[in-house]
């Protein structure tokens, strides 16, 4: 045993402090990248004295790593809690309120807006001087094509980019019924238009909307290509009355207001057939869905 070289007896420690470097190392290799990195190279066969660095690296680079893991626990232990709980944060209640606020603000409701602010503008500016000066009936009639064409916009847009609101779904068939019954009466009040035609646009427009409520637990009577005519014919029908037209534009101004009346009755009846059908097919589906329940 006194005979064996000192060289070989340093080597086989050095060989023995490697292998226990090398462990240590790999026991902390998960943690930290450095004290894998550091052990990769001890195993190799580096120096002797590599082991106990590695060793040494590799447990501070994964005190680090833990320590740094540690801190970014609670954070992400609360939003799991949020979410667990399925409760929304207080922050993203707030920011989508904000949303939904700010979103009634867009351009489609604006246009609203300015449709319903044109009502009294135009009531003015129709009954001014009388009702009879051509430079105020001129300015009603801009008002009124203003509002019209607006009518044709706002809804597309907000259909095309997403820009439906409550607001929109409220305010926007009240302004169109504002503006079109606004200008009906003030001709009917002129003597321009005989009252029994403001009555049958109008009673037609109140008695479609009422049974729109009515048969909503059923479902939504969809707007028909015919309707859709029909508010462009009454546009320009009542738009020529607006303006003081004589000669053979006051001729085909009647023409065309009579194409609207009959628009405006022939639809009005296509909508209480829509809605005559749409009732039945709801109720009897409520009647079959109760028995397949009790069956």
Not at 14 to 31: L, Q
Not at 39 to 54: E, I, Q, T, V
Not at 96 to 109: D, G, R, T
Request: charged share 15%; hydrophobic share 50%.
């Amino acid at each position: 045993m006194t005979g064996v070289p000192a060289s070989a007896a340093g080597g086989s420690s050095g060989a023995r402090r490697a292998a226990a470097g090398a462990a240590a190392a790999a026991s902390t290799a998960a943690p930290g990248k450095v004290a894998g990195t550091a052990a990769a190279r001890s195993s190799d066969g580096g120096a002797p004295g590599a082991g106990p660095g590695a060793s040494s690296g590799g447990r501070h680079g994964g005190t680090a790593g833990a320590a740094a893991a540690d801190e970014a626990v609670p954070g992400e232990d609360a939003g799991l809690d949020a979410q667990d709980d399925g409760k929304t944060p207080r922050g993203a209640k707030i920011a989508a309120a904000a949303v939904n606020q700010a979103s009634v603000w867009n351009i489609a409701n604006l246009l609203t807006m300015l449709r319903l602010v044109l009502v009294p503008a135009f009531v003015v500016l129709m009954l001014a001087d009388g009702g009879y000066d051509p430079a105020w009936r001129s300015l009603a009639w801009a008002a009124f094509a203003i509002a019209m064409i607006t009518d044709l916009f706002d809804g597309h847009l907000a259909r095309t980019y997403n820009l439906v609101t409550d607001f929109g779904k409220i305010a926007d068939p009240i302004a169109d019924k504002a503006i079109m019954g606004a200008a009906l009466i003030c001709l009917s009040a002129l003597g321009d238009l005989p009252w029994w035609v403001t009555g049958i646009i109008l009673g037609r427009e109140l008695g479609v909307t009422l049974l729109r409520f009515w048969v909503i637990r059923y479902g939504v009577i969809p707007a028909s290509r015919g309707g859709k005519l029909k508010t462009l014919i009454q546009g320009v029908a009542v738009g020529m009355y607006v303006l003081a037209l004589t000669g053979w534009l006051a001729t085909l101004r009647w023409w065309v207001m009579a194409a609207a009346v009959v628009l405006t009755v022939v639809t009005g009846l296509d909508y209480v057939k829509q809605a005559i059908v749409l009732r039945r097919q709801g109720i009897a589906e409520r009647k079959a869905a109760l028995e397949e329940k009790e069956a």
